[in-house]
């Protein structure tokens, strides 16, 4: 029976996005066909509270699109069967077991180790919750590790709660690595890249700190090579990095940049030959192409919504485990633009599906399965 479900879990086609409402968080799920286009299903509370248009510092411009300045908000673990969420306004993380019809039923909420979570990660049994901290009430920016069990319930790790660079170090992506040796935090406001190395019992060692090459360091993707991508939302760029085994970084392509406003979201194709940005502030999503070391150039962009109709700012982004598809939510609408994926990678625009009639905004997180 259970290789039964394992079978269905990897064959549900579904994406989900986070509503981070304030009054109650909720996950929306939509099927996903054949051809890569959504159909609204259903709405699940996380129990837990959202910002809603709030941003999570004064770091960022409180402008209701983007509060909680991350990638990484809503994960689903590697094999499919989990998603978590975090609820920045109450403090906690919940997780979902994903049902054979794609379905999430809550299996667990518990208090993030911090003030504010963002961004959450999930490698095997170990899962990460980076928390933005509040410097108003004195409380710091950290990580905190949890064990999820077989059935989606989460344990606190004794002793895994890990100051980043400084007190108030904007987290905006925890990140294992490929094998999960190591996880990443890039922080928004130090401009620091933080390796942290991870230990058998599910501790982490004291951070390596290391420089971004370039300003507001959001969004990060691992390579299968080990190549780490980053965002820059300052310097309007992207830059690819390699890591050495002791958690240094060194700069391959510096701060390429986008030519348009705040690069924040990447995600690669499956054959890992281009990566998409989205930009948010200027409604557009970039493609660049990376060659075989690690080395970036522009190569083309695509407006995410379609000319002539209300913009959609785009956010968080996934693609769909075939290679076929790529998905992006749109802050300012909470919709989701799909696109299908040429082979030259270059974008072709699809459907801009929604699951309400009128713009929600505060909406973040995108996870595909």
């Not at 360091?217 to 309007?236: Q, R």
Request: overall charge negative; some cysteine; hydrophobic content about 35%.
């Amino acid at each position: 029976m259970q290789i039964m479900n394992e079978y269905f879990r990897a064959n549900a086609s579904m994406v989900y996005i986070m509503t981070n409402n304030e009054v109650m968080n909720q996950i929306i799920s939509f099927y996903r066909d054949m051809n890569g286009m959504l159909t609204f299903v259903d709405s699940y509370p996380t129990y837990g509270r959202g910002t809603g248009t709030k941003e999570v510092s004064t770091a960022t411009a409180n402008d209701g699109v983007d509060p909680l300045t991350s990638q990484g908000a809503l994960t689903l673990s590697r094999d499919g069967r989990f998603l978590l969420a975090v609820n920045a306004g109450s403090h906690s993380i919940s997780s979902f077991s994903i049902t054979d019809s794609g379905a999430p039923v809550l299996v667990d909420v518990k208090p993030s180790g911090g003030t504010q979570p963002n961004t959450v990660d999930v490698f095997g049994n170990l899962v990460y919750v980076a928390n933005v901290g509040n410097v108003a009430n004195n409380f710091a920016s950290n990580i905190t590790g949890f064990r999820i069990d077989n059935n989606g319930r989460l344990t606190p790790i004794p002793g895994s709660t890990h100051s980043l660079s400084t007190f108030n170090a904007q987290p905006a992506q925890v990140l294992f690595t490929r094998d999960g040796s190591k996880i990443l935090v890039s922080e928004l406001t130090s401009n620091h890249l933080s390796v942290f190395h991870v230990n058998q019992n599910g501790t982490v060692t004291e951070p390596i700190v290391n420089d971004s090459y370039g300003q507001g360091p959001l969004g990060a993707y691992f390579l299968s090579s080990g190549i780490l991508l980053v965002t820059e939302a300052d310097s309007n760029a992207l830059s690819s990095y390699s890591m050495s085994t002791d958690g240094i970084l060194h700069v391959i392509s510096g701060s390429v940049p986008t030519g348009y406003k705040t690069a924040c979201w990447v995600v690669t194709t499956r054959n890992e030959r281009f990566a998409y940005i989205t930009n948010t502030l200027s409604g557009t999503i970039s493609t660049y192409r990376i060659d075989r070391n690690g080395a970036l150039s522009v190569v083309r962009h695509i407006t995410s919504t379609p000319p002539g109709t209300a913009p959609g700012l785009p956010m968080d982004v996934g693609v769909s485990k075939d290679g076929r598809y790529f998905y992006t939510l749109n802050g300012n609408q909470g919709t989701v633009s799909v696109f299908t994926i040429q082979d030259d990678g270059s974008l072709v625009r699809l459907q801009v599906a929604a699951w309400t009639n009128f713009p929600y905004l505060g909406s973040q997180g995108l996870a595909v399965l």
